[in-house]
């Protein structure tokens, strides 16, 4: 492979064919100049950004290198963990989050994260990536970097896992935000966010949610079943009821009485725990 086009010191553009590619290693550019050809030994990541590849180059070219470094370390780290190749596109959307997030927090703005809960709750294995990659960024750098930024990591490995889109990954999670603000009101208490019951009740509204935007069936339920469920936790089906209604209204996901009837008991599990 011979070189294209130096990006900085650790990226380089190499072309084959018609086919433009990004080849990235420790020093793989230092002391080169184009045409040079690059040591196969040095050579860590190679891939090709398709409609992003322009955008990548440019953070390549524009940003600092312990930022870019982060972000590379941070992504092979999660596929080390997950067992799964993450979506290229990982590489444009952590990287620019990290360098905007570091530069906010080195000018003293807090950096909140309303999902944080919810993100615990329902990707566990992306949220304990975020926290070490808090104590990379800490290591590194010295910046104190709060519990709500391993949070919005935890989101990038979550959406980059499934190859789906971050706006959809939010929507998700702002929704089951929304359920808890909801029951808490209506229950005139704080549900405790690290109970399994909360997190049980989470996880079967992330599957149902996904069902509704998928257009896969619900499971059925036996109609004795509902109507036991019904009568005996009567607060909690119409708390469920209530739910649905508001998922219906807000975001016109329907659920079936069914479904309804199983939130019902996740939600009597929350009131006995109450």
Known sequence: ??????????????????????????????????????????????????????????????????VISLAEEIISHAEGQLQVPLSDHIHISLTDHLSFAIERLKEGIDVQNKLLHEIKSLYTKE??????????????????????????????????KLGSSMENTVKQTTMLNEIVELLEKELDTEIDKDGISHQRMIT??????????????????????????????????????????????????????????????HIQRIIDRI
Do not use: C
């Not at 190679?46 to 070219?61: C, P, S």
């Open 1 to 66: 492979m011979r070189i294209n086009r130096i990006l900085n010191n650790n990226a380089v553009v190499v072309k084959e064919g018609n086919q433009e590619k990004i080849v990235m290693g420790p020093g793989i550019a230092f002391q080169k100049k184009k045409n040079d050809v690059i040591p196969n030994a040095k050579i860590e990541k190679i891939f090709v950004m398709n409609e992003g590849n322009e955008k990548f180059q440019e953070l390549l070219r524009t940003l600092p290198e312990e």
């Open 127 to 160: 949220y304990q990536i975020g926290l070490w990659a808090r104590d990379l960024i800490q290591e590194r750098i010295g910046l104190t970097i709060p519990e709500d930024e391993a949070g919005h990591i935890a989101l990038h490995i979550h959406t980059a």
């Open 204 to 265: 079967h509204l992330r599957f149902a949610i996904t069902r509704v935007e998928d257009g896969v069936p619900f499971h059925d339920m036996d109609e004795d079943m509902l109507k036991l469920i019904q009568s005996k936790y009567e607060q909690a089906f119409s708390l469920s009821e209530k739910l649905a209604q508001f998922l219906k209204q807000e975001y016109q996901y329907e659920f079936p009485l069914s479904e309804i009837g199983y939130i019902a008991l």
